[in-house]
């Protein structure tokens, strides 16, 4: 009876002592949508300037044109031929052909009557503290790894240091 005590007595001091393990779960993502929007009116006079200013536009985010979703709209025919002709460009440089999509709007006061939008999705991550040791009920497991693993779904560029890419580089 005494060794019975005494065990289950140890057994309760070493219970007493261990770590309380907490459930493992996944971090939350949050999926942002980040829209660029290029509006102009255009008409017979500032057709070419507006043509310039579009081509600057997609050259700009031409990372985002050959990947994401682009939405044209217009509110007249001149605005709607320009549409057209555009996205015939873009066909042409590989867009892929769903990822364009054409609409009319109708005009409420508007001062602008053709309108290029693209839609992109961040990933966001929560911040995370570091582990550090004898560090007891920490509860936010792995969740500095599993942000970067997102970041580097995402950006898988910036995951490398500066110092790799230019010893890539130099080879």
Known sequence: MKNLLAVLLASLILMGCAERVEERSGITVELVPVTYTFKASIDKS????FEERANQYLELHRDKVLTEQIYFTWSSKLAEKAAVKIREKLLL???????VHISEFKSSGEPFNFTISLQ???VIVP???EPTVNQFGFTNHDCFVEGMRWKSIQHPEKMISNQAKLTDVDR
């Open 46 to 49: 500032n057709r070419s300037e």
């Open 120 to 122: 992109q999705y961040q």
């Open 93 to 99: 440089r590989g867009v892929d052909p769903k990822n």
């Open 127 to 129: 911040t995370c503290e």
